[in-house]
C-alpha cells in the first residue's frame, strides 16, 4: 500500500507543481465571478525578534486498543483466541473455543473441550483438550485468525503452542490405572503433531512436523514457509494417532515483525506510526485505562512477563484482550520510535459510565486498598527507570532490558467524572509519586470535552493540587476548531500545562484535516502552554470501527492513512522548538486568521531551519509575499510540501469513504522553491503547504 500511494503521490505532484506556479487551479469546482481568482497575502516573519519556546514534545501519539487496533492489527499474532479464553462477557455469542474449528475429515473422528485442571499459568487458567478417537483421517483444530490470516507467498512464519499429552491410544476412563502403555503418555511414542497453513478450500500452503511432548507443558516452534499469497489462510493442527492433548497459547507470527522484535508488532503498521515521527506515545487508553468497572481497570503488572502467564481480559470495547501487547512491548516500541513513553495508570475510580446496562456511575477503590494500589503506581516506575537490580527493574533486566526506559512522563486518570471521591484518590496518587520520583511529570485529568462541570472541577482542582499538566479532549466540529483558536492564547501561563490527550473534528474529509491542521499552528503559537497534543483515535481495522473517525484504517493487508494523517505527519516532522513572531495579511485582513488563512512560523534548532506551515481553508487560492525580517542569507532553496485536493473527499480505505473517495490518495507532496529574503509562495484552496528554509 505504501508503494501504491508514493507512486500516485508522485503524479499528483507534478499537478501542484504546476499549481506551485499560481497558474493552474487544482480541482474543477467552479468560482463565483464575483470572487478574486487569487488573494494576496502579506507575511512578515520577524526573525529578529526574540522566539518563544516550544514544547520539544508537543506532537505525539495516542494508542488505545479499540478498533481492533491491536489485537488483529498492531500486535503481529495472528491467531484469534490463541489461549481459549474469549467468553460471553465479550461478546453474547462467544465462548471459549470461539474462533476454533473442531477438524474431522475422511473418517477422522475427534473431539475438543475445554478444561482447567492443570493449566500453564494460574493466569492463564483455560486450555483446549482434543481427543483422537480415530486418527484414519485428518483430525485436530483450526484457527482462521483476525478475519482470515494474511500470508505472502515466500515468506515466513512461526508457530509455537503448549501441549501436554494428556494419555495416548485409549483414555483410561474409570478403569484402575493398571496399564501404563494405554494411561501414560511416553515420549516419542505418539505420532507427531502436524502444523499447516491451508486455504479455506484445504490447500496445504505450508507444513511441518512437531514432537509431541510428555505429560507436562512442554513448547513446541516451528517455521511455516507459505507456498502461495492468501488473503484468508487458517492455522491447523492435526494429530496423526489415537490419544489426548491438552494444548494453550498458540501462536502463529509474521518472522518479519517491526525491527524483527520477539512477540512483535506488524511491521506495516508499525512503520506508518514511525513515519508520523511521535515525540511520545501515549497508551493504552483511553477508557481502557479505567476499565468496565473497578474489576475491569487495566493492571500494567498482568501484561509483563512471559506471554503465557499474563492475564487477558475483557476489554471496554467489547473484545478479549490478550495482553500480548502488553508495557514492555510498548515501552519498546516507544524507544524503536525514538519517542518517550507517556502510560497512563488508573486513577482509583471507574468511569462514570461503567457498566452495559445503562451505567453504575463512578465506583471507587476501598481507602484502605489505596497503599497497594499506589505501590503498584510506584512498582511501575521503578519498572521502567530502576536499576536491573532492583525488584521490578529486574522483570525488565528478564525481559530484555537492562537499560531503564527513561520514563518521564505519567497520565493518572482518563476523563474521569471530578468527585470527591476522585480527588481525595488522585491526591494520594499524586502526593506518592511526587514524594520518591519527583522526577516524574504527573499529568492530571480534567473531564472528556473541552467545557463543563467537569472541565472546570478538573481545572480547579488542578490549580489547588498544582498538578504540572492536565488532560483535555475534545471531539468538535471542524467549524469549533476553527473558531476555538484562540482557546490557548488567553490561558493562564502560571496554571498547570496543557496535554490535548484527544481530540479530532469528527470527520476524515481534506476540509476536517485542514481544519485540524489551522488549530495545530495555534498550538505552535501556544507551544509554551502545550506541552502535548495527540489526536485520537490512531488506528482502526475497517471492518471493526468502534470509533469513528481514525487516523490511520487498515485491514489484514492494507495500512490506509486518512488524509489528517498527512496534516499530523506533516507538522511532525516539521515541528519547530521556537515560534517565531509572525504578521500575516491577506486582502488586507489583518486578524488571527484573515479570510480563513492561518500561519504558524517556527524554528528547528536542530536543523537551524525556518519552518513556515500556512493553512488556506477556503476555496479562493493565496498568493504570498514572505518577508524574512533580520534575515541576512536565506535559501537559495527552500523544500516546499503540500496537501490539497477537494475538500469533501476522504481518503480511499476510510470506511466511509464510499463514493467519496478522493481518486488517488491524498498526502503531503514534496518539490522546491527559490527563496531569498524575501520570495513568494502560492497556497492553492484547500490547502496545507509547509515551506522549510535555510536562514542565517
Ligand atoms: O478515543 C476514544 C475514546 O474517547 C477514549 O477511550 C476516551 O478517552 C474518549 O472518550
Not at 499474532?77 to 453474547?92: A, K, Q
Not at 511520545?280 to 500494567?300: Q, S
Given at each position: 500500500?505504501?508503494?501504491?500511494?508514493?507512486?500516485?503521490?508522485?503524479?499528483?505532484?507534478?499537478?501542484?507543481?504546476?499549481?506551485?506556479?499560481?497558474?493552474?487551479?487544482?480541482?474543477?469546482?467552479?468560482?463565483?465571478?464575483?470572487?478574486?481568482?487569487?488573494?494576496?497575502?502579506?507575511?512578515?516573519?520577524?526573525?529578529?525578534?526574540?522566539?518563544?519556546?516550544?514544547?520539544?514534545?508537543?506532537?505525539?501519539?495516542?494508542?488505545?486498543?479499540?478498533?481492533?487496533?491491536?489485537?488483529?492489527?498492531?500486535?503481529?499474532?495472528?491467531?484469534?483466541?490463541?489461549?481459549?479464553?474469549?467468553?460471553?462477557?465479550?461478546?453474547?455469542?462467544?465462548?471459549?473455543?470461539?474462533?476454533?474449528?473442531?477438524?474431522?475429515?475422511?473418517?477422522g473422528r475427534a473431539s475438543v473441550n475445554i478444561d482447567a485442571a492443570e493449566p500453564i499459568h494460574p493466569?492463564?487458567?483455560?486450555?483446549?483438550?482434543?481427543?483422537?478417537?480415530?486418527?484414519?483421517?485428518?483430525?485436530?483444530?483450526?484457527?482462521?485468525?483476525?478475519?482470515?490470516?494474511?500470508?505472502?507467498?515466500?515468506?515466513?512464519?512461526?508457530?509455537?503452542?503448549?501441549?501436554?499429552?494428556?494419555?495416548?491410544?485409549?483414555?483410561?476412563?474409570?478403569?484402575?490405572?493398571?496399564?501404563?502403555?494405554?494411561?501414560?503418555?511416553?515420549?516419542?511414542?505418539?505420532?507427531?503433531?502436524?502444523?499447516?497453513?491451508?486455504?479455506?478450500?484445504?490447500?496445504?500452503?505450508?507444513?511441518?512436523?512437531?514432537?509431541?511432548?510428555?505429560?507436562?507443558?512442554?513448547?513446541?516452534?516451528?517455521?511455516?514457509?507459505?507456498?502461495?499469497?492468501?488473503?484468508?489462510?487458517?492455522?491447523?493442527?492435526?494429530?496423526?494417532?489415537?490419544?489426548?492433548?491438552?494444548?494453550?497459547?498458540?501462536?502463529?507470527?509474521?518472522?518479519?515483525?517491526?525491527?524483527?522484535?520477539?512477540?512483535?508488532?506488524?511491521?506495516?503498521?508499525?512503520?506508518?506510526?514511525?513515519?508520523?515521527?511521535?515525540?511520545?506515545?501515549?497508551?493504552?487508553?483511553?477508557?481502557?485505562?479505567?476499565?468496565?468497572?473497578?474489576?475491569?481497570?487495566?493492571?500494567?503488572?498482568?501484561?509483563?512477563?512471559?506471554?503465557?502467564?499474563?492475564?487477558?481480559?475483557?476489554?471496554?470495547?467489547?473484545?478479549?484482550?490478550?495482553?500480548?501487547?502488553?508495557?514492555?512491548?510498548?515501552?519498546?516500541?516507544?524507544?524503536?520510535?525514538?519517542?518517550?513513553?507517556?502510560?497512563?495508570?488508573?486513577?482509583?475510580?471507574?468511569?462514570?459510565?461503567?457498566?452495559?446496562?445503562?451505567?453504575?456511575?463512578?465506583?471507587?477503590?476501598?481507602?484502605?486498598?489505596?497503599?497497594?494500589?499506589?505501590?503498584?503506581?510506584?512498582?511501575?516506575?521503578?519498572?521502567?527507570?530502576?536499576?536491573?537490580?532492583?525488584?521490578?527493574?529486574?522483570?525488565?533486566?528478564?525481559?530484555?532490558?537492562?537499560?531503564?526506559?527513561?520514563?518521564?512522563?505519567?497520565?493518572?486518570?482518563?476523563?474521569?467524572?471530578?468527585?470527591?471521591?476522585?480527588?481525595?484518590?488522585?491526591?494520594?496518587?499524586?502526593?506518592?509519586?511526587?514524594?520518591?520520583?519527583?522526577?516524574?511529570?504527573?499529568?492530571?485529568?480534567?473531564?472528556?470535552?473541552?467545557?463543563?462541570?467537569?472541565?472546570?472541577?478538573?481545572?480547579?482542582?488542578?490549580?489547588?493540587?498544582?498538578?504540572?499538566?492536565?488532560?483535555?479532549?475534545?471531539?468538535?466540529?471542524?467549524?469549533?476548531?476553527?473558531?476555538?483558536?484562540?482557546?490557548?492564547?488567553?490561558?493562564?501561563?502560571?496554571?498547570?500545562?496543557?496535554?490535548?490527550?484527544?481530540?479530532?473534528?469528527?470527520?476524515?474529509?481534506?476540509?476536517?484535516?485542514?481544519?485540524?491542521?489551522?488549530?495545530?499552528?495555534?498550538?505552535?503559537?501556544?507551544?509554551?502552554?502545550?506541552?502535548?497534543?495527540?489526536?485520537?483515535?490512531?488506528?482502526?481495522?475497517?471492518?471493526?470501527?468502534?470509533?469513528?473517525?481514525?487516523?490511520?484504517?487498515?485491514?489484514?493487508?492494507?495500512?490506509?492513512?486518512?488524509?489528517?494523517?498527512?496534516?499530523?505527519?506533516?507538522?511532525?516532522?516539521?515541528?519547530?522548538?521556537?515560534?517565531?513572531?509572525?504578521?500575516?495579511?491577506?486582502?488586507?485582513?489583518?486578524?488571527?486568521?484573515?479570510?480563513?488563512?492561518?500561519?504558524?512560523?517556527?524554528?528547528?534548532?536542530?536543523?537551524?531551519?525556518?519552518?513556515?506551515?500556512?493553512?488556506?481553508?477556503?476555496?479562493?487560492?493565496?498568493?504570498?509575499?514572505?518577508?524574512?525580517?533580520?534575515?541576512?542569507?536565506?535559501?537559495?532553496?527552500?523544500?516546499?510540501?503540500?496537501?490539497?485536493?477537494?475538500?469533501?473527499?476522504?481518503?480511499?480505505?476510510?470506511?466511509?469513504?464510499?463514493?467519496?473517495?478522493?481518486?488517488?490518495?491524498?498526502?503531503?507532496?514534496?518539490?522546491?522553491?527559490?527563496?531569498?529574503?524575501?520570495?513568494?509562495?502560492?497556497?492553492?484552496?484547500?490547502?496545507?503547504?509547509?515551506?522549510?528554509?535555510?536562514?542565517?
Amino acid at each position: 500500500m505504501w508503494t501504491f500511494i508514493s507512486k500516485h503521490a508522485l503524479s499528483l505532484g507534478v499537478i501542484l507543481n504546476a499549481i506551485g506556479t499560481g497558474v493552474a487551479p487544482m480541482t474543477a469546482t467552479a468560482q463565483p465571478s464575483t470572487r478574486p481568482a487569487v488573494m494576496s497575502a502579506k507575511i512578515t516573519v520577524h526573525l529578529d525578534q526574540p522566539a518563544k519556546p516550544i514544547s520539544p514534545d508537543l506532537f505525539g501519539i495516542f494508542f488505545e486498543d479499540l478498533n481492533h487496533s491491536a489485537e488483529g492489527g498492531l500486535y503481529a499474532e495472528l491467531v484469534r483466541n490463541r489461549s481459549f479464553d474469549f467468553s460471553t462477557v465479550e461478546n453474547s455469542q462467544w465462548n471459549a473455543l470461539t474462533g476454533w474449528e473442531l477438524i474431522q475429515r475422511n473418517g477422522g473422528r475427534a473431539s475438543v473441550n475445554i478444561d482447567a485442571a492443570e493449566p500453564i499459568h494460574p493466569s492463564n487458567p483455560t486450555y483446549a483438550v482434543l481427543e483422537v478417537g480415530d486418527a484414519s483421517g485428518d483430525v485436530g483444530l483450526s484457527n482462521g485468525g483476525f478475519d482470515g490470516i494474511a500470508v505472502k507467498q515466500g515468506e515466513t512464519y512461526d508457530v509455537a503452542l503448549f501441549a501436554r499429552q494428556l494419555y495416548h491410544e485409549r483414555r483410561w476412563g474409570g478403569r484402575p490405572t493398571t496399564n501404563p502403555a494405554i494411561m501414560q503418555p511416553q515420549e516419542g511414542k505418539a505420532g507427531p503433531l502436524i502444523a499447516r497453513l491451508e486455504t479455506k478450500e484445504g490447500e496445504v500452503i505450508a507444513q511441518v512436523s512437531l514432537a509431541l511432548p510428555p505429560d507436562r507443558w512442554t513448547r513446541l516452534t516451528a517455521t511455516l514457509t507459505a507456498q502461495r499469497t492468501v488473503a484468508d489462510a487458517r492455522l491447523v493442527l492435526l494429530m496423526t494417532e489415537r490419544g489426548g492433548l491438552a494444548i494453550d497459547m498458540v501462536s502463529l507470527f509474521p518472522t518479519k515483525t517491526f525491527k524483527d522484535r520477539a512477540n512483535g508488532l506488524r511491521a506495516d503498521l508499525a512503520q506508518a506510526i514511525a513515519d508520523l515521527k511521535p515525540k511520545f506515545v501515549r497508551f493504552p487508553g483511553g477508557c481502557l485505562v479505567h476499565g468496565n468497572g473497578l474489576g475491569n481497570a487495566y493492571n500494567w503488572k498482568d501484561t509483563i512477563g512471559p506471554i503465557e502467564t499474563r492475564k487477558g481480559q475483557p476489554n471496554l470495547w467489547r473484545y478479549h484482550q490478550s495482553m500480548g501487547l502488553g508495557y514492555y512491548e510498548y515501552f519498546q516500541f516507544c524507544e524503536d520510535i525514538g519517542a518517550k513513553p507517556l502510560p497512563v495508570v488508573p486513577s482509583g475510580v471507574s468511569c462514570k459510565n461503567s457498566g452495559y446496562q445503562g451505567g453504575i456511575g463512578q465506583r471507587a477503590v476501598p481507602l484502605e486498598q489505596m497503599p497497594a494500589y499506589i505501590q503498584d503506581i510506584l512498582d511501575l516506575i521503578e519498572w521502567a527507570n530502576g536499576p536491573a537490580d532492583s525488584t521490578w527493574g529486574a522483570k525488565r533486566a528478564a525481559a530484555g532490558h537492562p537499560e531503564p526506559f527513561g520514563l518521564k512522563y505519567l497520565g493518572v486518570g482518563n476523563e474521569e467524572h471530578i468527585t470527591p471521591e476522585f480527588e481525595e484518590r488522585f491526591e494520594m496518587i499524586h502526593n506518592a509519586i511526587k514524594a520518591k520520583h519527583p522526577e516524574i511529570v504527573v499529568i492530571g485529568t480534567v473531564g472528556p470535552g473541552p467545557s463543563g462541570d467537569d472541565y472546570d472541577k478538573g481545572w480547579a482542582f488542578a490549580d489547588k493540587l498544582k498538578v504540572p499538566v492536565v488532560d483535555e479532549h475534545y471531539y468538535e466540529s471542524p467549524e469549533w476548531f476553527l473558531q476555538n483558536v484562540k482557546r490557548y492564547d488567553a490561558y493562564d501561563r502560571a496554571k498547570s500545562k496543557v496535554y490535548i490527550g484527544e481530540y479530532a473534528s469528527r470527520g476524515n474529509s481534506l476540509h476536517n484535516a485542514l481544519a485540524e491542521a489551522a488549530y495545530m499552528t495555534a498550538l505552535e503559537r501556544n507551544g509554551d502552554v502545550v506541552q502535548f497534543a495527540s489526536y485520537a483515535p490512531l488506528i482502526c481495522k475497517t471492518r471493526h470501527v468502534h470509533w469513528y473517525p481514525d487516523l490511520i484504517y487498515f485491514d489484514n493487508e492494507r495500512v490506509m492513512p486518512s488524509v489528517n494523517y498527512a496534516v499530523q505527519q506533516m507538522f511532525s516532522v516539521n515541528a519547530g522548538d521556537a515560534w517565531i513572531p509572525h504578521t500575516l495579511s491577506v486582502d488586507g485582513a489583518t486578524d488571527a486568521d484573515p479570510k480563513g488563512v492561518y500561519l504558524s512560523s517556527v524554528r528547528e534548532s536542530a536543523s537551524g531551519d525556518v519552518i513556515l506551515k500556512l493553512v488556506n481553508v477556503g476555496p479562493t487560492p493565496v498568493r504570498a509575499e514572505v518577508s524574512l525580517g533580520g534575515a541576512t542569507s536565506v535559501g537559495p532553496q527552500a523544500s516546499v510540501t503540500v496537501l490539497t485536493g477537494d475538500p469533501t473527499k476522504l481518503n480511499a480505505g476510510d470506511p466511509r469513504a464510499g463514493s467519496n473517495a478522493a481518486e488517488t490518495p491524498m498526502t503531503g507532496v514534496s518539490s522546491t522553491l527559490q527563496v531569498g529574503p524575501t520570495f513568494t509562495v502560492d497556497a492553492s484552496q484547500h490547502s496545507l503547504t509547509v515551506v522549510r528554509l535555510k536562514t542565517k
